[in-house]
Nanobody, 120 residues
Framework: VQLQAFGGGLVQPGGFLRLSCAAS????????MGWYRQAPGSQRELVATITSGGMTNYAGSVKGRFAISRDSAKNTVYLQMNSLMPEDTAVYYC???????????????WGKGTLVTVSS
């Protein structure tokens, strides 16, 4: 299973970006999908998650500004980020919990990350 994230870049405070992450390879079923971020000198933290049923969960710092969604037919998860602030600057990672094949135990898979820089 491979994850490829797109959409990072440089944006001014108050701006917006949309991240996407597509999963490919041997995938039988995807359960939870999510986004995490790691700022310089900090630990990786949860940004948002979404279940296979569409239930979402957000970190308090992004609630009301970010929106996570998924297209299960495309094995893709999205993160719409609005009203971006300098403290949102980080490398953003996508994660899926998936079963690679029928009868194989589910596990987490991580993408390589995409850099988001919020600066004027």
């Amino acid at each position: 299973v491979q994850l490829q994230a797109f959409g990072g870049g440089l944006v001014q405070p108050g701006g917006f970006l949309r991240l996407s992450c597509a999963a490919s390879g041997s995938i039988f079923s995807i359960y939870d999908m999510g986004w995490y971020r790691q700022a310089p000198g900090s630990q990786r933290e949860l940004v948002a998650t979404i279940t296979s049923g569409g239930m979402t969960n957000y970190a308090g710092s992004v609630k009301g500004r970010f929106a996570i969604s998924r297209d299960s037919a495309k094995n893709t998860v999205y993160l719409q980020m609005n009203s971006l602030m300098p403290e949102d600057t980080a490398v953003y990672y996508c994660r899926i919990t998936a079963a690679p094949a029928l009868g194989v135990t589910t596990r987490d898979f991580w993408g390589k990350g995409t850099l988001v820089t919020v600066s004027s």
